[in-house]
């Protein structure tokens, strides 16, 4: 007979919207579900977005009071609290390997290389061949940087190499080899006991979960595998971290995924490999 009228709380009737029709859902909300919707990332803006960040990292782990003595305690105490769990066999690795000339250089090299180019690789590789799952992974892989600074700051750790009665023998001065700047010459510009948690773990971690979720062909995903336990071998090798560093490498790359999750809705690979053409 006439349009259906509903009330208002203030008890004016009002007319519906019609049937099948939807109302607007609120600005923020709508700005909010566009931020977390996957879109195709623009290379200058990536590009920035990596260069700023890194150097926002670098500049904040390096100005991490270096607090010697305290770190040189909880040097110590890693190394008792491994040798309490039998897994404190450090120096053994780090003298077996150091042994193999040819071993240990190629790791002095590994460590202070495939750090960073294996990572902007896979970067690389995600933002060309899987754009709809880039941003959840970059994510994933900033939180679990981010999250170390708070590692550094609160937990400063020397590595076993600068341990005074540790027995360690620091490979690159050993070896003479080029390239990180924990040891040598370039050992000023860095923060020395920044240890805990690795990132050479938390990254290849990283790359390698990527790449063995991603990767079709069988090979890569064989060596997506490898990479970060070759990666735990060579921090292990070179004195540069203990077990328990890595495993603090694990959580961190743990939080990071929790924290794609949270923001997208689900784990990055499991989002669609493109991005819908009508969303930019």
């Given at each position: 007979?006439?349009?259906?009228?509903?009330?208002?709380?203030?008890?004016?009737?009002?007319?519906?919207?019609?049937?099948?029709?939807?109302?607007?859902?609120?600005?923020?909300?709508?700005?909010?579900?566009?931020?977390?919707?996957?879109?195709?990332?623009?290379?200058?803006?990536?590009?920035?977005?990596?260069?700023?960040?890194?150097?926002?990292?670098?500049?904040?782990?390096?100005a991490v009071p270096e607090q010697?003595?305290?770190?040189?305690?909880?040097?110590?105490?890693?190394?008792?609290?491994?040798?309490?769990?039998?897994?404190?066999?450090?120096?053994?690795?780090?003298?077996?390997?150091?042994?193999?000339?040819?071993?240990?250089?190629?790791?002095?090299?590994?460590?202070?290389?495939?750090?960073?180019?294996?990572?902007?690789?896979?970067?690389?590789?995600?933002?060309?061949?899987?754009?709809?799952?880039?941003?959840?992974?970059?994510?994933?892989?900033?939180?679990?940087?981010?999250?170390?600074?708070?590692?550094?700051?609160?937990?400063?750790?020397?590595?076993?190499?600068?341990?005074?009665?540790?027995?360690?023998?620091?490979?690159?001065?050993?070896?003479?080899?080029?390239?990180?700047?924990?040891?040598?010459?370039?050992?000023?510009?860095?923060?020395?006991?920044?240890?805990?948690?690795?990132?050479?773990?938390?990254?290849?971690?990283?790359?390698?979960?990527?790449?063995?979720?991603?990767?079709?062909?069988?090979?890569?995903?064989?060596?997506?595998?490898?990479?970060?336990?070759?990666?735990?071998?060579?921090?292990?090798?070179?004195?540069?971290?203990?077990?328990?560093?890595?495993?603090?490498?694990?959580?961190?790359?743990?939080?990071?995924?929790?924290?794609?999750?949270?923001?997208?809705?689900?784990?990055?690979?499991?989002?669609?490999?493109?991005?819908?053409?009508?969303?930019?």
């Amino acid at each position: 007979m006439g349009d259906a009228l509903t009330r208002t709380l203030d008890g004016l009737p009002t007319t519906p919207p019609p049937k099948g029709d939807r109302a607007d859902p609120p600005v923020e909300e709508g700005r909010l579900a566009r931020l977390r919707t996957p879109r195709a990332p623009r290379l200058w803006f990536e590009i920035l977005l990596i260069a700023v960040s890194y150097w926002i990292y670098s500049m904040i782990r390096n100005a991490v009071p270096e607090q010697k003595a305290k770190a040189l305690r909880n040097a110590d105490w890693i190394w008792q609290a491994e040798h309490s769990l039998g897994i404190a066999v450090e120096h053994t690795v780090n003298h077996a390997v150091n042994s193999v000339t040819w071993l240990i250089v190629s790791m002095n090299y590994y460590y202070a290389t495939l750090h960073f180019i294996v990572t902007i690789g896979v970067l690389i590789w995600l933002y060309r061949w899987h754009p709809g799952r880039y941003a959840a992974a970059r994510l994933a892989l900033f939180a679990t940087t981010g999250v170390a600074l708070v590692g550094y700051y609160f937990y400063p750790l020397a590595p076993p190499r600068l341990m005074p009665d540790g027995g360690f023998i620091d490979t690159l001065i050993d070896h003479g080899t080029w390239g990180s700047m924990a040891s040598g010459n370039l050992a000023s510009m860095s923060n020395q006991y920044a240890a805990m948690p690795s990132m050479h773990i938390g990254w290849s971690l990283w790359c390698g979960i990527t790449i063995a979720l991603l990767a079709k062909p069988l090979w890569a995903k064989a060596l997506g595998l490898l990479y970060p336990s070759m990666t735990l071998l060579v921090i292990v090798s070179t004195a540069n971290h203990f077990w328990l560093d890595a495993l603090g490498g694990v959580l961190c790359m743990a939080f990071g995924l929790v924290m794609a999750y949270v923001w997208y809705g689900t784990l990055p690979h499991r989002l669609a490999r493109l991005v819908p053409a009508t969303v930019g």
